[in-house]
T-cell receptor
Framework: DTGVSQNPRHKITKRGQNVTFRCDPI?????LYWYRQTLGQGPEFLTY????????KSRLLSDRFSAERPKGSFSTLEIQRTEQGDSAMYLC?????????????FGPGTRLTVT | AQRVTQPEKLLSVFKGAPVELKCNYS??????LFWYVQYSRQRLQLLLR??SRESIKGFTADLNKGETSFHLKKPFAQEEDSAMYYC???????????FGQGTRLTINP
């Protein structure tokens, strides 16, 4: 499968614990995005990387959230001191870089449940 | 702030009937607009974008700047069209997509 992959697919954690998710984009894509989707809502933008640089960050992203893309390939999203409100589907997407606007290709998501 | 509104959370039509999924947006500039679709047990994927002016799987969408709308239409619905549909907006100079809440379309046989 040459699409965007995300691991783990499901994560159950207790409130207060830290969690880390991984996203592997399509190999030739320079841009990588993280979104969060709660039940009954559309995806909400969290952050965006071009290569290893984090260029956009939503105000939704509290200090407990951090994302990295150290070598411009895979990315990780870490949530520290999880809260029940963090329970959601976390989606990763990637696209080629360029002047034009390109389609974003989504991964299957990581479903986080905070108990 | 940019916003996308899909007024119908659920829409049910019979096979062969026309279908229209509504999308309204608020943005003062010239937006790029998209429809994404999620079929059961599949990932979110692009259906069509306004700039391409194409028909995908029989669906079309016209950008109406006066009404700030980008409704998705298909003249004859098919059972395989049953899915979750999201309208999304991308503002000039930014990369993020702003999504609507989504409309779950069910095509009844």
């Amino acid at each position: 499968d040459t699409g965007v992959s995300q691991n783990p697919r499901h994560k159950i954690t207790k409130r207060g614990q830290n969690v880390t998710f991984r996203c592997d984009p399509i190999s030739e894509h320079n841009r990588l995005y993280w979104y969060r989707q709660t039940l009954g809502q559309g995806p909400e933008f969290l952050t965006y990387f071009q290569n290893e640089a984090q260029l956009e960050k939503s105000r939704l992203l509290s200090d407990r959230f951090s994302a990295e893309r150290p070598k411009g390939s895979f990315s990780t999203l870490e949530i520290q001191r999880t809260e029940q409100g963090d329970s959601a589907m976390y989606l990763c997407a990637s696209s080629p870089a360029g002047v034009a606007t390109y389609e974003q290709y989504f991964g299957p998501g990581t479903r986080l449940t905070v108990t | 702030a940019q916003r996308v509104t899909q007024p119908e959370k659920l829409l049910s039509v019979f096979k062969g009937a026309p279908v229209e999924l509504k999308c309204n947006y608020s943005y003062s500039g010239s937006p790029e607009l998209f429809w994404y679709v999620q079929y059961s047990r599949q990932r979110l994927q692009l259906l069509l974008r306004h700039i391409s002016r194409e028909s995908i799987k029989g669906f079309t969408a016209d950008l109406n700047k006066g009404e700030t709308s980008f409704h998705l239409k298909k003249p004859f619905a098919q059972e395989e069209d049953s899915a979750m549909y999201y309208c999304a907006l991308q503002v000039w100079g930014a990369q993020k997509l702003v999504f609507g809440q989504g409309t779950r379309l069910t095509i009844n046989p």
